[in-house]
């Protein structure tokens, strides 16, 4: 790093670190957040919950964003069985004024809340292809009831990542007024949280019972503009020995690449210090079958990590400007054996992918 960029960098970290210490993170406040009646097509609001079950390989997931203005709300429901049949949503986006099959209850700020789905979803099946629906089947009538327990603090991004790296990561880039107007008008509130998840499943004629199964969720409010991302990569698993692992890359026109995560082990919360490069994982505009990273920590430690994908399930934002490929992978992290989701994101511009 040169002189020049290091100045930049130390005077990016100290207004991080004042920002922080003049707006510690309220979760009573954000769990219970609500758009403003007059809020924009672009601001959203969105809670995501992922439940995994690491011996009999059930996943589930149900995403629930609600948008301004006259924009659809985008609803994800994704539940994958132990035989490998997988249930979906048709519609991810209902139009304003229509019923919104999914919900979401603050039961208590920071450590409770509820989610349900009730709605008609397609059968799909795993092949060595990949994921394939099956162009056969009718609608399957679901009834979801979950209720999510957190066992760890909550993690807000702005508020608790270690400076260092996304100072480091700023200070690459022109300190312009654009360069500053940017990074104000698309920040927002991201958290997350690991816990347990405990709730039925009405399938059809079936009811799946969870008693306590590894969950994590994802809430995060404010501007989203999905044609604004280059794109980005999600990494959470969800460990058998309880700890919780969590890498993020993101690439937008303003900031070649951000590097944020955290490990959570044994009560402590070690955040990333750096990772592997988005560069450095296969490129493909979907969801790597294989691949392996490495991250280094704060406190001086380095994990490895490699992911296997089960299935993944496409998603499209923008009006096709913008495609979400949902992973859901098994987890190793340095020989400990996980569960969790593997997200690639791209603008549909490919040139935009790339950037050195």
Request: charged share 25%; net charge neutral; proline share 4%.
């Given at each position: 790093?040169?002189?020049?960029?290091?100045?930049?960098?130390?005077?990016?970290?100290k207004?991080?670190?004042?920002?922080?210490?003049?707006n510690?993170?309220?979760p009573e406040?954000?769990?219970?957040?609500?758009?403003?009646?007059d809020a924009a097509e672009?601001?959203n609001?969105?809670?995501?919950?992922?439940?995994?079950d690491?011996k009999?390989?059930q996943?589930?997931?149900?995403?629930l964003?609600?948008?301004?203005?006259?924009?659809?709300?985008?609803?994800?429901?994704?539940?994958r069985?132990g035989?490998?049949?997988v249930?979906?949503?048709e519609?991810?986006?209902i139009?304003k004024?229509?019923?919104?099959p999914?919900?979401?209850?603050?039961?208590?700020?920071?450590?409770k809340l509820r989610?349900t789905y009730?709605?008609p979803?397609?059968?799909?099946?795993?092949?060595d292809k990949?994921?394939?629906?099956?162009?056969?089947?009718g609608?399957?009538?679901?009834?979801?009831d979950?209720?999510?327990?957190?066992?760890?603090?909550?993690?807000?991004?702005s508020?608790?990542?270690?400076?260092?790296?996304?100072?480091r990561?700023?200070s690459?880039e022109?300190f312009?007024?654009?360069?500053?107007?940017a990074?104000?008008?698309h920040?927002?509130?991201?958290?997350?949280?690991?816990?347990?998840?405990?709730?039925?499943?009405?399938?059809?004629?079936?009811?799946?019972v969870?008693?306590?199964?590894p969950?994590?969720?994802?809430?995060?409010?404010?501007?989203?503009?999905?044609?604004?991302?280059?794109?980005?990569?999600?990494l959470?698993?969800?460990?058998?020995?309880?700890?919780?692992?969590h890498?993020?890359?993101?690439?937008?026109?303003?900031?070649?690449?951000?590097?944020a995560?955290?490990?959570?082990?044994?009560g402590?919360?070690?955040?990333?210090?750096?990772?592997?490069?988005?560069?450095e994982?296969?490129?493909?505009?979907?969801?790597?079958?294989?691949?392996?990273?490495t991250?280094?920590?704060?406190?001086?430690?380095?994990?490895r990590?490699?992911?296997?994908?089960d299935?993944?399930?496409p998603?499209?934002?923008?009006?096709?400007?913008?495609?979400?490929?949902?992973?859901?992978?098994?987890?190793?992290?340095?020989?400990?054996?996980?569960?969790?989701?593997?997200?690639?994101?791209?603008?549909?511009?490919?040139?935009?992918?790339t950037?050195?």
């Amino acid at each position: 790093m040169g002189i020049i960029q290091n100045i930049k960098k130390n005077i990016i970290a100290k207004a991080m670190d004042k920002r922080k210490a003049a707006n510690p993170f309220n979760p009573e406040y954000s769990d219970n957040f609500q758009l403003p009646p007059d809020a924009a097509e672009d601001q959203n609001n969105s809670h995501y919950f992922s439940v995994h079950d690491l011996k009999s390989r059930q996943s589930l997931y149900m995403r629930l964003a609600l948008r301004g203005g006259s924009a659809p709300t985008e609803v994800w429901f994704v539940y994958r069985d132990g035989d490998g049949t997988v249930y979906m949503n048709e519609r991810d986006h209902i139009s304003k004024g229509e019923s919104i099959p999914a919900a979401v209850e603050c039961v208590e700020g920071g450590k409770k809340l509820r989610f349900t789905y009730t709605g008609p979803v397609k059968k799909g099946r795993l092949t060595d292809k990949g994921y394939v629906p099956d162009g056969n089947s009718g609608d399957t009538m679901v009834e979801l009831d979950g209720n999510f327990s957190g066992l760890t603090d909550t993690f807000e991004f702005s508020r608790h990542m270690a400076t260092e790296p996304v100072a480091r990561a700023l200070s690459r880039e022109k300190f312009t007024k654009e360069f500053r107007a940017a990074l104000s008008e698309h920040h927002q509130v991201h958290y997350e949280q690991s816990g347990t998840v405990t709730g039925s499943l009405k399938l059809g004629n079936r009811e799946i019972v969870f008693d306590k199964l590894p969950a994590f969720r994802d809430h995060s409010y404010g501007k989203r503009d999905w044609n604004y991302f280059d794109r980005y990569v999600w990494l959470v698993g969800l460990l058998e020995n309880g700890d919780f692992i969590h890498n993020s890359l993101i690439r937008y026109p303003a900031v070649t690449e951000i590097q944020a995560g955290f490990y959570k082990t044994g009560g402590k919360t070690l955040c990333v210090k750096n990772c592997t490069s988005m560069d450095e994982l296969p490129v493909t505009g979907g969801v790597p079958e294989k691949f392996s990273y490495t991250v280094a920590y704060e406190d001086g430690s380095v994990r490895r990590v490699s992911c296997s994908l089960d299935f993944t399930v496409p998603f499209v934002f923008g009006g096709g400007t913008y495609f979400v490929n949902e992973g859901v992978s098994d987890f190793t992290v340095d020989g400990i054996k996980g569960r969790g989701i593997t997200e690639f994101a791209f603008n549909a511009d490919s040139s935009r992918w790339t950037r050195k």
